[in-house]
């Protein structure tokens, strides 16, 4: 694997401590009550949809409309949306640093993220800026798991994907990466990204 020069990260989950439960915990009384609500009116689904492009106006109307009765709650999800990340995962952070201080790689990242939110994150987060590039799936109306997401930064940034690792958290991404010949790392912790990694000996 020494052939790799390219790495390739996933925001949300990998540097980026971003859960709906963090704002929902303050919404509703009980975890059973928050998971309701994920699995059945602000679904994965249901955002994937804003990733790919759609408005949040759009998404928050036809949920409201559903969902009288959770009004509150479904305008919470854009209106208080910066409630949803924590801060950064510290210890992936630290891993991207010594990759990039390493000056080893090329460093990219691919993430299913709104338009509208995501120039609050690279307004928020400093270390976003040591990318070399980042496509988001807000602006390109497309998103992970479909090749033609994966695509758009393999012609962009003439990226070999044999050459490359990607780190996702979202087992449906891994999936779709491995469909495409992008070798890829399921991340689950830092601590298991930094072991992965050496492994290939990239740390």
């Not at 790495?7 to 928050?34: A, C, M, Q, S």
């Not at 955002?47 to 106006?57: L, P, T």
């Not at 998404?59 to 969902?67: D, G, N, P, R, S």
């Not at 949803?84 to 992936?92: A, D, E, F, K, Y």
Request: one cysteine or more.
């Amino acid at each position: 694997m020494s052939s790799i020069n390219t790495i390739i990260f996933d925001l949300g989950g990998v540097l980026i401590d971003w859960n709906p439960r963090h704002l929902y915990r303050k919404i509703f009384n009980t975890e059973e009550e928050i998971t309701w609500f994920l699995e059945n009116v602000c679904t994965s689904d249901w955002n994937d949809q804003q990733d790919a492009g759609r408005s949040f106006e759009e998404a928050t109307e036809e949920l409201v409309q559903k969902f009288p009765d959770y009004e509150k709650a479904i305008r919470a999800w854009y209106g208080r949306w910066q409630e949803t990340i924590s801060g950064p995962l510290h210890g992936t952070v630290n891993i991207l640093k010594s990759i990039k201080d390493s000056d080893k790689y090329k460093l990219y990242a691919l993430t299913n993220w709104s338009a509208e939110t995501f120039p609050w994150a690279l307004a928020n987060f400093e270390f976003l800026h040591w990318f070399e590039g980042i496509v988001v799936s807000g602006v390109e109306k497309t998103r992970k798991p479909y090749p033609e997401f994966y695509q758009i930064l393999f012609d962009r940034y003439k990226i070999n994907p044999a050459q490359a690792v990607f780190i996702d958290d979202n087992i449906k991404n891994v999936e779709g990466s491995k469909k495409i010949g992008l070798p890829v790392i399921h991340f689950q912790s830092p601590e298991q990204l930094r072991d992965e990694l050496i492994k290939l000996n990239v740390l």
